[in-house]
Nanobody, 117 residues
Framework: VQLQASGGGSVQAGGSLRLSCAAS????????VAWFRQAPGKQREFVAS???????IYVDSLKGRFTISRDNAKSALYLQMNRLESEDTAVYYC????????????WGQGTQVTVSS
């Protein structure tokens, strides 16, 4: 199983980035997938998740600025991030879990997002 995150980079505050995560080795449509992030010196935190049917959950603080989506045919997960703030600087990870468990069993390697003010 492999989750490959990409799309990170450096951007000025107010800008946008789109992260992608390519999954392989799993039947993608059978998994809930999500984005997490870890800022320097902080614990990893949940950002958003999406089911195969498109139901989404967001952390309240990011609603309206971040949008999670997926393409089951391409085994791909996305995170559109708008109006970025310096507090969004973090390593962003994609993760997957089966519907039968609450444990995120598969993780990508992370992609760095740096927002400068």
């Amino acid at each position: 199983v492999q989750l490959q995150a990409s799309g990170g980079g450096s951007v000025q505050a107010g800008g946008s980035l789109r992260l992608s995560c390519a999954a392989s080795g799993i039947t993608f449509s059978r998994y809930v997938v999500a984005w997490f992030r870890q800022a320097p010196g902080k614990q990893r935190e949940f950002v958003a998740s999406i089911t195969s049917g498109g139901s989404t959950i967001y952390v309240d603080s990011l609603k309206g600025r971040f949008t999670i989506s997926r393409d089951n045919a391409k085994s791909a997960l996305y995170l559109q991030m708008n109006r970025l703030e310096s507090e969004d600087t973090a390593v962003y990870y994609c993760a997957a879990r089966q519907y039968s468990t609450s444990t995120w069993g598969y993780w990508g390697q992370g992609t760095q997002v740096t927002v400068s003010s």
